[in-house]
């Protein structure tokens, strides 16, 4: 049966061969790879073209013309080898439909065992050929041979065996040139690891059975557990309850049972219904949002439009409203009459807010000179602080870090401390050293008592030698 829609270029090719002579009939079929390579690979379009490939019989023509002998073909090996090419590609991705079974079990190991032989052909002329030249071309053929012949093998696994079973296949192997060998072994490797990963399949795919096979005989033995477990219970619950309440206590057993049911069914409903509906929530959703962008967008045009509109002028007035405007002005200056002051008076108070204000900024800078002293002053304190915090005591002190703690406060240290031990001197001594005194004398202490004193005490300077 030929299929409906048949590409023109097949069929205008498949008249073109059953009209022309059998010499002319491979350099027709080469049309074919140029149709295949313009078709994008794994493509609908390309499988639809094999099919028709197959239901013309263009296919059963290429293994015809390759089980020919070689001289009797018009370009030779190269019309030959391209051939293999159309025919592997061809037999990869067919889907036969109706005729798989001839396909699978009389075509394709005709096809391989015609490409074997092809290879075996040319290895004979290999050896044969004299001429470098003729060598190097004879071996690209062999090589787009063996390409084809693997990337059939490839696309039908099955092949393999027969490949690999052939006694053309085993007379390449025992070859002595090394380049025909070592192009059959490149072969053999590429076909053996294949059928590794064939075999990888099928034991994942066995072991994914088994795996399935295994959770179905534990979920039903999961199953028949329960069941065994609930008639169990049922049965304690008979022993257990009044022969009278029997048909109440099955009446109720019944209608919980119903009601887990129903519980299920609805639940696996609901969710039936949330899936077939969310592309409608998802569309609604996406709808919502680009209506709510289109709305923001447009609002914002507009208010820019507003923002960039050239000024139209002030709106015109009736006669009306003039004269209403105008009757309110008077009345407003009718009850908020203006002061009258002269140019003098007026010359005189700006004078004196300029003043005013001249001596508000004088005033302002000496205070802000002054802030910035009492902020110095602030800080030179915390430093002085900070060190006396962290210096130790002279007696500790080596080298020059006594010189790290000089401070201006020397005088004022010792002004201080010698009035600090007046007034200790005063406190500490017999009532009878007071007599004649008054309370405002200064107590004259000696200067070696005073640097005494005063060697135990920083007082921000150097101690004297």
Same mark, same amino acid.
């Given at each position: 049966?030929?299929?409906?829609?048949?590409?023109?270029?097949?069929?205008?090719?498949?008249?073109?061969?059953?009209?022309?002579?059998?010499?002319? =009939?491979? =350099?027709?079929?080469?049309?074919?790879?140029?149709?295949?390579?313009?078709?994008?690979?794994?493509?609908?379009?390309?499988?639809?073209?094999?099919?028709?490939?197959?239901?013309?019989?263009?296919?059963?023509?290429?293994? *015809?013309?390759?089980?020919?002998?070689?001289?009797?073909?018009?370009?030779?090996?190269?019309?030959?080898?391209?051939?293999?090419?159309?025919?592997?590609?061809?037999? =990869?991705?067919?889907?036969?439909?109706?005729?798989?079974?001839?396909?699978?079990?009389?075509?394709?190991?005709?096809?391989?065992?015609?490409?074997? &032989?092809?290879?075996?052909? @040319?290895?004979?002329?290999?050896?044969?050929?004299?001429?470098?030249?003729?060598?190097?071309?004879?071996?690209?053929?062999?090589?787009?041979?063996?390409?084809?012949?693997?990337?059939?093998?490839?696309?039908?696994?099955?092949?393999?065996?027969?490949?690999?079973?052939?006694?053309?296949?085993?007379?390449?192997?025992?070859?002595?040139?090394?380049? &025909?060998?070592?192009?059959?072994?490149?072969?053999?490797?590429?076909?053996?690891?294949?059928?590794?990963?064939?075999?990888? +399949?099928?034991?994942?795919? @066995?072991?994914?059975?088994?795996?399935?096979?295994?959770?179905?005989?534990?979920?039903?033995?999961?199953?028949?557990?329960?069941?065994?477990?609930?008639?169990? &219970?049922?049965?304690?619950?008979?022993?257990?309850?009044?022969?009278?309440?029997?048909?109440?206590?099955?009446?109720?057993?019944?209608? +919980?049972?119903?009601?887990?049911?129903?519980?299920?069914?609805?639940?696996?409903?609901?969710?039936?219904?949330?899936?077939?509906?969310?592309?409608?929530?998802?569309?609604?959703?996406?709808? !919502?949002?680009?209506?709510?962008?289109?709305?923001?967008?447009?609002?914002?045009?507009?208010?820019?439009?507003?923002?960039?509109?050239?000024?139209?002028?002030?709106?015109?007035?009736?006669?009306?409203?003039?004269?209403?405007?105008?009757?309110? !002005?008077?009345?407003?200056?009718?009850?908020?009459?203006?002061?009258?002051?002269?140019?003098?008076?007026?010359?005189? @108070?700006?004078?004196?807010?300029?003043?005013?204000?001249?001596?508000?900024?004088?005033?302002?800078?000496?205070e802000d000179r002054a802030q910035q002293h009492r902020e110095a002053l602030k800080a030179q304190i915390n430093t002085n602080i900070e060190q006396l915090m962290k210096a130790p005591t002279l007696k500790e002190a080596e080298g020059e870090e006594p010189e790290l703690f000089l401070s201006r406060s020397r005088p004022v240290a010792a002004?201080?401390?010698?009035?600090?031990?007046?007034?200790?001197?005063?406190?500490?001594?017999?009532?009878?050293?007071?007599?004649?005194?008054?309370?405002?004398?200064?107590?004259? =202490?000696?200067?070696?008592? *005073?640097?005494?004193?005063?060697?135990? @005490?920083?007082?921000?300077?150097?101690?004297?030698?």
């Open positions: 049966m030929k299929p409906k829609g048949t590409d023109p270029r097949i069929l205008s090719l498949a008249a073109e061969v059953a009209k022309s002579p059998e010499q002319n =009939v491979p =350099v027709i079929l080469l049309k074919l790879k140029e149709i295949i390579n313009n078709t994008p690979f794994g493509s609908s379009e390309l499988k639809k073209i094999k099919q028709d490939i197959y239901c013309y019989d263009l296919i059963r023509y290429c293994l *015809l013309v390759l089980s020919q002998d070689c001289s009797r073909i018009q370009g030779g090996w190269a019309t030959i080898s391209q051939l293999t090419q159309i025919l592997s590609h061809c037999c =990869v991705g067919l889907e036969p439909g109706e005729d798989a079974e001839e396909f699978y079990n009389e075509l394709l190991p005709s096809a391989a065992e015609n490409f074997l &032989i092809l290879g075996r052909q @040319l290895q004979t002329c290999f050896i044969n050929a004299a001429k470098g030249e003729e060598k190097d071309e004879l071996l690209h053929f062999f090589q787009i041979v063996t390409d084809s012949l693997f990337w059939l093998v490839g696309g039908h696994v099955q092949l393999i065996q027969n490949v690999l079973q052939s006694e053309h296949f085993l007379h390449l192997l025992q070859t002595d040139n090394v380049q &025909i060998g070592s192009t059959v072994m490149n072969m053999v490797q590429n076909i053996l690891q294949i059928n590794r990963s064939k075999r990888a +399949k099928i034991l994942l795919k @066995l072991k994914r059975q088994k795996e399935e096979e295994e959770n179905r005989l534990q979920l039903q033995l999961e199953r028949q557990r329960a069941m065994r477990v609930s008639r169990e &219970i049922r049965l304690n619950m008979l022993e257990i309850v009044h022969p009278g309440q029997v048909e109440k206590h099955n009446r109720e057993i019944e209608e +919980k049972s119903a009601l887990i049911i129903q519980k299920h069914w609805r639940g696996y409903r609901e969710r039936k219904n949330f899936h077939q509906q969310k592309p409608s929530l998802v569309e609604y959703k996406a709808a !919502v949002t680009l209506q709510r962008a289109a709305l923001k967008f447009l609002a914002r045009c507009r208010m820019k439009k507003k923002q960039f509109a050239p000024w139209q002028g002030p709106r015109e007035l009736t006669d009306a409203q003039r004269v209403e405007l105008k009757q309110h !002005v008077d009345d407003y200056v009718r009850r908020h009459p203006s002061s009258q002051m002269s140019d003098v008076a007026s010359r005189e @108070l700006h004078s004196q807010a300029q003043e005013r204000l001249q001596h508000y900024f004088m005033g302002r800078a000496l002004k201080a401390k010698q009035a600090h031990l007046t007034t200790l001197k005063h406190i500490q001594a017999p009532w009878w050293k007071k007599l004649g005194e008054e309370a405002g004398d200064e107590v004259d =202490v000696p200067k070696d008592e *005073l640097d005494i004193e005063l060697g135990t @005490l920083f007082i921000g300077g150097t101690k004297p030698p």
